[in-house]
Nanobody
Framework: VQLQASGGGLVQAGGSLRLSCAAS????????MGWFRQAPGKEREFVAG????????YYADSVKGRFTISRDNAKNTMYLQMNSLKREDTAVYYC????????????????WGQGTQVTVSS
């Protein structure tokens, strides 16, 4: 599956952004999905994950209560609604598909989007 992330930008602290991840192909609904982020000089870290049907969602503690992951299988698109943004949320955000095991490890995913930059200013 090919993935393309979009929706990043510059936002003030406390603001909101919604990221989208568009997938190609007709099998999007068969893939579990995840969002990751990578700040300069840091390792890529898990942000959120969602099961194929969207019934189960997983979040990093750092974003729990502020971010919401969702998907629309009819549109082959996954979303990440980010509210109450903080400066420490600044990073390149990546979407990924089809984890082979747990959602939390980037090495478990075999398809990645190109990333979209999110910058939160104070």
């Amino acid at each position: 599956v090919q993935l393309q992330a979009s929706g990043g930008g510059l936002v003030q602290a406390g603001g909101s952004l919604r990221l989208s991840c568009a997938a190609s192909g007709r099998t999007f609904s068969s893939y579990a999905m995840g969002w990751f982020r990578q700040a300069p000089g840091k390792e890529r870290e898990f942000v959120a994950g969602i099961t194929q049907g969207g019934h189960m969602r997983y979040y990093a503690d750092s974003v729990k209560g502020r971010f919401t992951i969702s998907r629309d299988n009819a549109k082959n698109t996954m979303y990440l609604q980010m509210n109450s943004l903080k400066r420490e949320d600044t990073a390149v955000y990546y979407c990924a598909a089809n984890p082979s095991s747990t959602y939390y490890a980037p090495g478990n995913y075999n398809s990645w989007g190109q990333g979209t930059q999110v910058t939160v200013s104070s």
